[in-house]
């Protein structure tokens, strides 16, 4: 089930699809600064969202066939553990993702573990750091999957920033005695606000605007918000872009949004349906936005492809899925 369902949502290689160039980042002055810096190289990269880790034949083809050398797999949530009533005491692993399959047949593909962060566990202001970072190293070791960094996702808010904040500069101070990196996903309003000290962010160009909002004709991506919210923007640190690649049906009854309908389910006869999907040329008009917007990007980034699906994935070329990736 993708991200966005859950929350209503390298070794150094050589791009070679469609000539896209790589380039090393390293950048430090930061407020938790060691002797370590971590390196990070820009490749074809993709996420992995689903709560079942068992791609299909199509899907590791995908991989193969555009060169991916990138999977980020969000490997469980931090909820609490009364999320449902508010009351929650503790912060505690939730949806965690069951490898059904190994990845022994991804070789040279970096595996970067993911967690996504709820507000509701940041608002109990507890220590978690430790807790996080040990969960994913033992999923890791159990999994055999050898890291290089951690990601943490989060959709923070000012009242939650000094949390998250704090959150980060503790993960990456201990990633960083182990030689390892830490990166965060950044929303567009996020990016008009100072960062996280993180190492990079991979900024998501998806979700720019309410999928709850019934006047709202396509939630998933418009590239005219993408362009106001990157209207002069600029970042002090190494930022990845993450394009959308799905589909949903929104149901809406008198205006109020009533949920996500799964592919296989019946569609409801009463209210108003909206689907929306990830048009191609909507893509291709956020990444112009972004390369004639942002501000002193003189490095090489990555462009992420949210999320290995199948049934998604299917309905592009692969002429499209090669323009996503290109510069």
């Known amino acids: 089930m993708s991200k966005v369902v859950n929350k ?11 000539g896209c160039t790589t380039g090393k980042y390293q950048r430090g002055g930061s407020s938790s600064d060691s002797t370590y810096i971590f390196s990070h190289t820009p490749a074809n990269a993709i996420y992995h969202w689903k709560t079942s880790f068992k791609p299909n034949k199509f899907e590791r083809n995908f991989i193969s066939q ?3 050398k990138r999977l980020y797999i969000r490997m469980f949530d931090v909820g609490t553990d009364n999320l449902y009533n508010g009351e ?14 190994s990845l022994k047949s991804l070789e040279g593909v970096d595996v970067v573990p993911v967690v996504y962060i709820t507000v509701e566990a940041l608002r109990l202001n507890m220590p978690m750091c430790d807790k996080i970072l040990k969960r994913v190293d033992d999923m890791c070791r159990a999994q055999k999957i050898r890291y290089r960094e951690v990601q943490f996702d989060c959709d923070w808010t000012k009242e939650t920033k000094p949390l998250f904040f704090a959150l980060c500069q ?18 567009l309003h996020q990016l008009r606000d100072t960062l996280p ?39 002090d640190k190494h930022l990845d872009f993450a394009y959308p690649t799905y589909e949903w049906t929104l149901w809406f009854m008198d205006g109020e949004f009533k949920g996500i309908l799964p592919i296989s389910q019946d569609l409801p006869k009463a209210g108003i349906l909206r689907h929306e999907k990830s048009d191609f040329e909507e893509i291709m008009k956020a ?35 090669e323009n996503i990736f290109c510069h």
């Not at 929650?88 to 399959?101: H, L, N, Y």
């Not at 101070?173 to 929303?187: D, M, N, P, V």
Request: net charge negative.
């Open 8 to 18: 209503l949502v390298f070794f150094l290689c050589e791009v070679i699809i469609c």
């Open 66 to 68: 555009h060169q991916i």
């Open 88 to 101: 929650g005491t503790q912060p505690v692993p939730i949806a965690t993702t069951m490898f059904k399959d």
């Open 170 to 187: 503790e993960a990456k101070e201990s990633l960083h005695k182990s030689k390892k990196g830490l990166s965060a996903t950044i929303r």
């Open 197 to 235: 000290d993180i190492d990079y962010g991979v900024l998501m160009l998806y979700n720019t605007e309410s999928l709850i909002n019934s006047k709202v004709k396509n939630s998933i991506l418009n590239s005219e918000i993408v362009e106001e919210y990157m209207r002069h923007a600029q970042s």
């Open 287 to 321: 990444k112009r936005n972004i390369k004639s917007e942002l501000i002193d990007i003189s490095y090489s980034s990555a462009n992420i492809i949210y999320h290995l699906d199948s049934a998604n994935l299917s309905k592009y070329s692969i002429d499209e899925i």
